[in-house]
């Protein structure tokens, strides 16, 4: 079984990684394990996030596991600068490098920074917010209509006050992001997920893949 941390920046993807992404790894033979920044050196985990602090964490994970990977939110970054996530894992991953040496290659070391926050992968299927509790059905066709407005729910964000966070709670003021995001993740399952959002769908073929070395 290969041993797989994700350092995740905050509770939600906490739950997530542990209640859905863990269970699909688990079938390719690969244990991944969700770590709140700061808690591999002892610290209080989550938020706070920056380049210098993720470095840190990811690096000492790695001496304690086979792989190591990451679900961060770019914007939550305090030092982003380049506005392309792409760019910033290109970044994590050097840095990593040249504190650790040659041992690190990129099997083993997958810094992924989610475009925009965790709730975005909620509007592959906008019609599960019909489970959250007391919602009605103007307030799911509207997140609806949200997700209808985009290419795909990774491009869902052209405002600070429009992140996908926000737009949930402007229709679903009862939301609560810890109980009900990991949850209707699974309800949506990871299949769909993937298909709608690309790029969280080539760190899940990358995560995949550690399965095979």
């Known amino acids: 079984m290969i041993r797989l941390a994700v350092s995740v920046e905050g509770s939600t993807e906490r739950e997530f990684v542990k209640d859905v992404l863990a269970e699909h790894l688990r079938a390719n033979g690969i244990e991944a394990t969700p770590i709140l920044l700061g808690r591999a050196r002892g610290l209080h ?13 990811m690096s000492r994970l790695y001496w304690n596991f086979d792989a190591v990977t990451s679900l961060v939110d770019y914007y939550g970054f305090r030092d982003h600068v380049s506005g392309d996530p ?4 290109e970044r994590l991953f050097a840095e990593i490098k040249d504190r650790i040496g040659r041992e690190v290659h990129r099997e083993n070391m997958l810094p992924y920074v989610q475009r925009y926050e965790f709730e975005a992968l909620l509007f592959s299927d906008a019609g599960v917010f019909a489970d959250v509790p007391g919602v009605s059905g103007e307030s799911v066709r509207l997140l609806q209509d949200i997700r209808r407005q985009f290419p795909t729910p990774e491009d869902i964000n052209d405002h600070s006050e429009t992140a996908p966070s926000k737009r949930i709670l402007g229709a679903i003021p009862r939301y609560r992001k810890v109980v009900n995001g990991p949850r209707l993740a699974g309800k949506i399952g990871l299949a769909v997920i993937r298909k709608e959002c690309p790029r969280f769908g080539a760190w899940l073929t990358d995560l995949e893949a550690l399965g095979t070395h």
């Open 45 to 57: 985990g989550g938020g706070n996030v920056s380049t210098v602090r993720l470095v840190a964490e």
């Open 86 to 89: 792409e760019k910033l894992q």
